[in-house]
Nanobody, 128 residues
Framework: QVQLVQSGGGLAQAGGSLRLSCAAS????????VGWFRQDPKKETDFVAA????????DYADSVKGRFTISRDNAKNTVYLQMNSLKPEDTAVYSC?????????????????????WGQGTQVTVSS
């Protein structure tokens, strides 16, 4: 069992930066792929970024490429989402998710249905 606790987020101006953290309990978290998703006011859930448990592979939505960076520190059981050059359209509730992929250290998962564990969600609001 893995529990995910998110921190970070809040309010930023357009062009600014925020960092989200996703801290996990459970000794096998290092063998979990992790993703970030966001839900906008229209309640659509969109893929943002994902990272393999080995950390070597990442994937990003086209809308955030070059602006957002996903990383992980397995020693700290934490995954980060660094968000730079924020835009008002980045405003959403951001959630991290994890799934055990111990069979493949390079696998990234970019669909919400592929995940078993979810964080509590955190609001990110970007003002223009």
């Amino acid at each position: 069992q893995v529990q995910l606790v998110q921190s970070g987020g809040g309010l930023a101006q357009a062009g600014g930066s925020l960092r989200l953290s996703c801290a996990a309990s459970g000794r096998t978290f290092s063998k979990h792929a992790v993703g970030w998703f966001r839900q906008d006011p229209k309640k659509e859930t969109d893929f943002v970024a994902a990272i393999s448990w080995g950390g070597s592979n990442t994937d990003y939505a086209d809308s955030v490429k070059g602006r957002f960076t996903i990383s992980r520190d397995n020693a700290k059981n934490t995954v980060y989402l660094q968000m730079n050059s924020l835009k008002p359209e980045d405003t959403a509730v951001y959630s991290c998710a994890a799934v055990n992929t111990n069979f493949d250290r390079t696998l990234v998962v970019d669909t919400p249905d592929g995940y078993d564990y979810w964080g509590q969600g955190t609001q990110v609001t970007v003002s223009s």
